[in-house]
């Protein structure tokens, strides 16, 4: 992908602060964070969103996502951090190459996740585990 920022930043066209490096990832920290130290982990190999990614990037992206949270909670003194990843523009995607964000959390920080929770209700929950259910197709041998 050819404007793709964060194709750019792999290949090194764009500097980056890089926290974490493998074969298949890197980690660096976000330009624009939300708090100081939020950082990104991005498959080297381009892919959308979430479904896109390789198989064998998986591994590689979990890995970073605990050997660089391991090292932000233990230089920041964290007591609590956040690992997400928006996938499609209704989720709040805007850069179209899958990243897990990482971002530390800190006591009365104003940052908030607004939610408006449902509940199933009668056999509803019955009604979507099985519609869903239908669709649910393990890996190959």
């Given at each position: ?54 198989e064998e990037t998986y ?7 605990k050997i660089v949270t ?72």
């Amino acid at each position: 992908m050819t404007n793709c920022i964060f194709c750019k930043i792999v290949s090194k066209e764009i500097p980056s602060e890089v926290l974490y490096e493998n074969d298949h990832v890197i980690a660096v920290l976000d330009i624009n964070p939300i708090h100081l130290g939020h950082a990104l982990i991005l498959p080297k190999k381009h892919c959308n969103d979430f479904l896109d990614l390789p198989e064998e990037t998986y591994h590689s992206i979990l890995q970073a996502a605990k050997i660089v949270t391991l090292a932000l909670v233990q230089s920041l003194k964290l007591e609590g951090y956040n690992l997400f990843s928006n996938n499609g523009t209704i989720a709040g995607q805007s850069v179209f190459h899958f990243h897990l964000h990482i971002t530390p959390r800190y006591r009365n920080d104003n940052i908030r996740f607004v939610l408006n929770l449902k509940e199933y209700s009668g056999g509803d929950m019955k009604k979507y585990g099985t519609m869903i259910r239908k669709f649910i197709k393990p890996p190959a041998l």
